[in-house]
């Protein structure tokens, strides 16, 4: 991942989000430093667009979009790491190229059955990439002594 270079004078945003958050009335110019309010109306402002990737699974094609901060946080409540996992491809799964839910809450016990294989494998790896999970590091953590204290 490339840093932009920084303004003239360092606002804390890239030239590209100075600039936008001026044109926007929200900043009075794009190169003096952000006071409180400026950087509260620019990140409290709008919603960032959530982003979202297209997997095939099943011989399909569907949408998977990223998670909410609110969402990831009540996902963690839920029951087994089995009914987490469908619990994020009914909310987060979508028709491609729509804003038309795939799944509804009545589809769980049918996702549950679903094959474990390459395709969930998948499936699960789009749901961490947008959500930061390094599935890497996980697996490693599982990997290691709990009572080795030198780990």
Known sequence: ????????????????????A??????????KPLTRDEM??????????AKSVTVHVFDMDMDIRQPSFKDMMSVREQG?????????IIKYA??????EKLFE????????RWPF???????QEAIADLTGIDIAA?????????LDVSS
């Open 138 to 146: 996980e697996e490693a953590k599982l990997g290691k002594d709990p």
């Open 22 to 31: 001026a044109d926007q009335g929200l900043l009075d110019t794009p190169t």
């Open 117 to 123: 294989g390459p395709d969930l494998i998948m499936l």
């Open 94 to 99: 979508y028709v491609p190229g729509t804003d």
């Open 40 to 49: 509260r109306a620019i990140l409290l402002g709008k919603t960032p667009l």
């Open 1 to 20: 991942m490339t840093k932009k270079a920084a303004t003239k004078v360092d606002t804390g945003l890239t030239e590209e989000t100075a600039q936008a």
């Open 80 to 88: 087994t790491e089995f009914e987490k996992a469908a619990e994020m």
């Open 105 to 112: 809450e009545t589809d769980r016990e049918l996702i549950l």
